[in-house]
């Protein structure tokens, strides 16, 4: 299947399906060679800003914001071909969400605070010297900026 055809579908599905189909493309693209340690780290930051409401109010906002998560940076052509990393990222997602929806002092963070991460190999962000929380794989995840949630 095709990122195209996959953000085209979070964009008719309700709400909270669409989140979930996003963060799964998401942590598949950008950490599907990842431990799920790593995988379940990228998910929490996506979750993480969608709280803050800085980048959008959903999952989808947050991971197609521009130039921030890979489903905005890779062609809209790439094909999710990698099925076993697809059922993997599904899984880690739907996990990661159901972390999430604990009470903050309840769930398991493993990256407590960060608010962003990048390969090294692939890309040299202006704020990689930021405050490091953890290196996980070939991603290392920051707190760029402290991120509250938005007030109801």
Known sequence: MKLAWILWLAS?????TADSLCLS???YLEARDQSVRGQKAVAEVALRR????????????VVTARKQFAPTLVSPGTRLGNTEAWAEAVTIALD??????????ERKEIVPGASHFAAHAIASPSWRTAYQ????????F???QSLKPRRS
Not at 96 to 102: D, F, I, Y
Not at 133 to 140: E, L, M, N, Q, S
Request: aromatic share 8%; glycine share 10%; net charge negative.
């Open 12 to 16: 008719v599905l309700p709400p909270q």
């Open 25 to 27: 493309t998401t942590v």
């Open 50 to 61: 969608r709280d803050s409401g800085l980048w959008g109010d959903t999952v989808c906002d």
């Open 96 to 105: 990661a969400e159901q972390n999430w929806a604990l009470p903050p002092g």
């Open 133 to 140: 929380v953890a290196t996980i794989g070939d991603h290392t």
């Open 142 to 144: 920051y707190k760029v």
